[in-house]
């Protein structure tokens, strides 16, 4: 025989109504042998709860009732003038004494379950099937505690057993869930969602071989699904496993409701009524131990208690009089976690009773404050409790150092004593982050990355169009969820906590709002965003202030924005000093040739012990071209300049190349990586526009161009034989001596020859010198510059962050 229990969602009219008697009609029609217990239909119980409470406070409830019963019947012709009578009695009289007791509330309530019972038997007996309505009071007893009753249970197994031996052969009982009777004949009830525990007796009494809840959930899942949109269902559990998640919060399952079951070994499959084909989460006896990490459950509306002194320490007693005095207060205590060495013991309790459970505390240490033996009793309230069930705490650094990352800091964290749960207590408003975090560490499920980018001008378009490129593979490869939620220019924001859509963003000028910083703050920290990485693709002096505050709340950053390494020393040290503090990474590899990996190379070197003694190369695209170009050619400078100009590989202005700033910055980012503490105004920089077209418009400067060549011709005829003209920059010194190196850039010829002479097309190349490579540099050559390679190594680095997490 199998015992199916169904709840009070799949019993409401409608679709739920309908889809529980064809499931029951088939089984039967297939000759299953069944009995059915059920809850009572939709709110049934919460409504006849609140008509009670109203009753007694003289509320006229007439209508709610009213409404109540048509439910009920819902245009059946069926009779319940019994049953409303009760309750119409019930009503009148409560209302008239203005109050009622337990008692009296659980016979209401009960109606609820007979209601359901009578009326799936009466619906099933239209179906053809032989069903009988089964009223537990009959057969299960249970003391007087009414509202929570405890069962006796050899009593309710002997009449239980007798009750369904004279029941014909053939019938399908329908079985009131919920409630029961005392020894008087009583009604009382067995808790709020009882039916569960009613169905799972009744199994076990009975020996069935299968206990089916049917719910409106799939089963069991790794998290509750509503807070983590990763949760995976979980198919087999075994009794222990479910018990213990069962402990820990899971809703859809109670620890007394797995005791029966695991003491007869009957399997209990959970459901979903609006899919029974799903196969659901089945619990049974394990054949094998199948370890490993298997849920998340989450506890809500905890406070956490502290008590701290230095008298804690080695005192014997102190925890007996913690939990006598909460205990006299009837206030119930679940984690424990006492430090040995931090002299103090924390606990939580539920936060209704936080100050009671304070005050309770002040008073039997009253004496020990005074002595100054504890120093006080705190209180941190709303917090609730993470706990992951199978995870063993030797194995917690994973999930602990990526909620550390996330900046969820946990206010306690306690194992169980078996060593197979680990509960990580945290502010309340924390919980939704901290469980997808541990639920993304430990479940391996894709990891979610979060991307902010700031900048919508080439290489800000180009990295964009990369990423809805590679999106797919990425995830598929690397298991990794790679999200745009942000786009921004200077002034507007698009924003989608859920990921920017290649469609979304094409219509950005129509979804884009005014936006300031903190306001996308605000939005990430709403939607508890985890593993955030913004990325500045600007060019704006002012965007780096932002730098700090993204650090401050989670952002690893990832920038192609030269600015913030070469503004003045000391916020380039702030920034490094907030980015340890907050564990946070910050990558900028196409601050220098672009994709190559130079700044890499140079970290790697350097932190490795490797002596770097000069840094030399050729740091700019469009100069290298122009160079390039010009020393093998005989066309004036002019031309080649406007070349340049006309193919795109200048800026606007293309003095804002020739005045060298861009070289200097260069030069000066890659000393800061050697730990030199230069600034930008000690590099000497050769400027190469002739000076009386320094100053003046672009216009003015575009329509002079032909005022470079003598000045030009004339260095080039200068320069000795075999050699061709190169703008290089140059670091170099004493560098192991001093805290700052000399950093030049000028214009030099070199001799054809050498790798800075062969150098072509708008190449860079930089020449690392070190102390193990001697008079042979370490070489790395390449496009330095574009926007395609730019994003590209943008997009390295935005992965290296991943890489590291
Ligand atoms: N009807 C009762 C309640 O809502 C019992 C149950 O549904 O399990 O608590
Ligand atoms: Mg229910």
Excluded: W
Excluded at 95 to 106: A, E, Q, V
Excluded at 281 to 300: D, H, M, P, Q, W
Excluded at 576 to 599: F, H
């Amino acid at each position: 025989m199998k015992v199916l229990k169904f709840g009070g969602k799949s019993l409401a009219n409608g679709k739920g109504l309908e889809t529980v008697l064809s499931i029951i009609t088939d089984k039967v029609a297939q000759g299953q042998e069944i009995a059915v217990v059920v809850s009572a239909r939709d709110k049934a119980t919460d409504q006849l709860e609140s008509m009670l409470e109203r009753a007694a406070r003289g509320e006229d409830i007439s209508a709610d009732f009213q409404a109540f019963k048509q439910y009920q019947i819902a245009g059946e012709d069926i009779d319940f003038s019994a049953e409303f009578s009760i309750l119409q009695r019930i009503f009148d009289g409560v209302s008239l004494l203005g109050d009622y007791n337990d008692k009296i509330k659980d016979h209401t309530l009960a109606q609820g379950e007979v209601l359901s019972a009578k009326y799936i038997s009466h619906l099933l007996r239209k179906h053809g099937v032989n069903a009988v309505f089964a009223d537990s009071r009959h057969f299960y007893v249970t003391d007087s505690h009414f509202g929570n009753a405890q069962l006796v249970e050899d009593a309710s197994a002997k009449s239980t057993i007798q009750y369904f031996a004279q029941l014909s052969q053939g019938v399908t009982p329908i079985v009131t869930g919920f409630i029961a009777a005392n020894v008087h004949g009583e009604t009382t009830t067995l808790g709020r969602n009882g039916s569960n525990y009613s169905a799972s007796i009744l199994a076990s009494i009975l020996q069935a071989e299968e206990l089916q809840n049917y719910t409106h959930v799939d089963g069991i899942f790794t998290a509750n699904p509503e807070l983590v949109s990763d949760a995976k269902i979980i198919r087999q559990l075994s009794f222990e496993e479910a018990n213990e998640l069962a402990n820990f919060g899971t809703s859809i399952l109670h620890a007394k409701t797995i005791i029966p079951l695991l003491e007869k070994k009957i399997p209990l499959r959970i459901l979903n009524t609006f899919k029974p084909n799903d196969g659901g989460t089945l619990i049974c006896e394990a054949k094998e131990n199948i370890g490993g990490i298997r849920a998340i459950s989450v506890l809500e509306n905890y406070a956490l208690v502290i008590l701290e002194g230095r008298g804690l320490l080695g005192k014997v007693g102190v925890d007996a009089r913690i939990f006598r005095a909460l205990a006299q207060a009837e206030i119930s205590v679940s984690i424990i976690s006492q430090g040995s060495s931090e002299r103090g013991i924390g606990f939580l309790v539920a936060n209704k009773d936080a100050q009671k459970a304070k005050q309770a505390l002040e008073r039997e240490f009253e004496l020990d404050v005074y002595s100054q033996d504890v120093s006080g009793v705190n209180l941190v309230e709303q917090v609730g409790v993470v706990s992951i069930v199978g995870q063993n705490l030797a194995d917690f650094d994973k999930p602990y150092n990526a909620l550390i990352r996330n900046q969820v800091i946990p206010l306690l964290i306690n194992n169980s004593a078996t060593g197979r749960n680990v509960s990580v207590v945290v502010h309340k408003k924390d919980l939704p982050k901290a469980v997808n975090v541990i639920h993304g560490e430990i479940f391996e499920i894709s990891k979610r990355i979060n991307l902010a980018i700031f900048g919508r001008g080439t290489v800000g378009g180009t990295l964009i169009e990369q990423i809805f490129e590679a999106r797919a593979d990425i995830l598929k490869r690397r298991n990794i969820n790679l999200q745009i939620v942000a786009i921004a220019n200077s002034r507007e924001l698009l924003f989608n906590h859920k990921g920017i859509s290649p469609e979304q963003y094409a219509a950005f000028d129509t979804h884009k709002v005014p936006y300031q910083m903190s306001d996308l703050i605000t939005q990430t920290q709403q939607h508890h965003l985890e593993n955030l990485i913004a990325i500045d693709v600007t060019a704006s002096k002012d965007f780096v202030e932002n730098y700090l505050p993204l650090v401050e709340n989670g952002f690893d950053l990832v920038s192609a924005n030269k600015i913030a390494n070469t503004i003045g020393y000391p916020f380039y040290k702030k920034l490094r000093e907030t980015l340890a503090q907050y564990k946070k990474q910050y990558l900028y590899e196409t601050n220098v040739g672009a994709g190559l990996p130079l700044i890499d190379t140079i970290k790697l070197l350097h932190h490795s012990g490797e002596n770097i003694t000069r840094i030399k190369g050729i740091f700019s695209g469009t100069l290298s071209f122009l160079f390039n170009t010009y020393s093998a050619s005989d066309a004036p400078f002019s031309e080649i300049l406007q070349k340049a100009i006309n193919s795109g590989y200048t800026e606007p202005d293309p003095r804002e190349d020739l005045c060298g700033n861009d070289v200097g910055r260069k030069l000066l980012i890659l000393a800061r990586e050697l730990d030199l503490e230069n600034e930008f105004e000690e590099v000497t920089i050769e400027n190469l526009i002739p000076e009386a077209l320094r100053q003046g418009s672009r216009e003015e400067f575009l329509s002079r161009l032909k005022e470079f060549d003598p000045i030009y011709q004339q260095i080039k005829d200068n320069a000795p034989a075999g050699t061709v003209l190169r703008y290089v920059g140059d670091l170099h010194g004493d560098l192991s001596q001093t805290a700052t190196a000399r950093l030049d850039v000028k214009l030099v010829s070199v001799p054809i020859t050498s790798a800075l002479g062969q150098v072509k097309g708008a190449d860079s190349i930089f020449e690392i010198y070190t102390e193990s490579y001697g008079e042979n540099p370490i070489v790395i050559q390449g496009a330095g510059a574009g926007a395609a390679v730019t994003a590209r190594g943008v997009f390295g680095d935005i992965l290296r962050i991943i890489g590291n997490k």
